[in-house]
């Protein structure tokens, strides 16, 4: 990719502040949410909302004339984000498990970052090592 490429794609569009816009809302719903139910927010912000949205502008801002690639594109995109998913999930037992054993908030994130990181790491190196899948 060129200088004027990376220009060009880092440049935010109209339809740009338009889908930051969105997911700000979403986001801002959701914490809301969670004031009067922690369950409810909890199951919203489980739904691949973002995932979604995404896929959705990835079909519309597409370039790309052949819809077989397109879709391909796409089907690639909900692929990885399932293995990236995975290791991300035992941080949602974690965090509780170390907040209600009294550990600091912050502590407790930072905690969970390098646990996901390890995670995601060992997931990669498995997964190479034991199927054809290659996330890196």
Known sequence: M????????LTPSFYDVIKILMTAVIILFVTKLQLLSDRLSALL?????????????MRHESKVPDEAKRVSSIADHAY????????????????????R??????????????LTTALFWLLVVI??????????
């Open 45 to 57: 912000i489980a739904l691949p909302l973002t995932s979604i949205l995404a896929m959705i502008w």
């Open 101 to 114: 054993r009294g550990h600091g908030f912050y502590f407790t994130l930072f905690i969970n970052a390098v």
């Open 2 to 9: 060129d200088k004027n490429e990376l220009i060009k794609v």
């Open 80 to 99: 990885y984000t399932f293995w990236f998913v995975l290791p991300t999930l035992p941080m949602f037992l974690v965090i509780p498990w170390m907040l």
């Open 127 to 136: 997964l190479k090592k034991f199927t054809s899948i290659e996330l890196m």
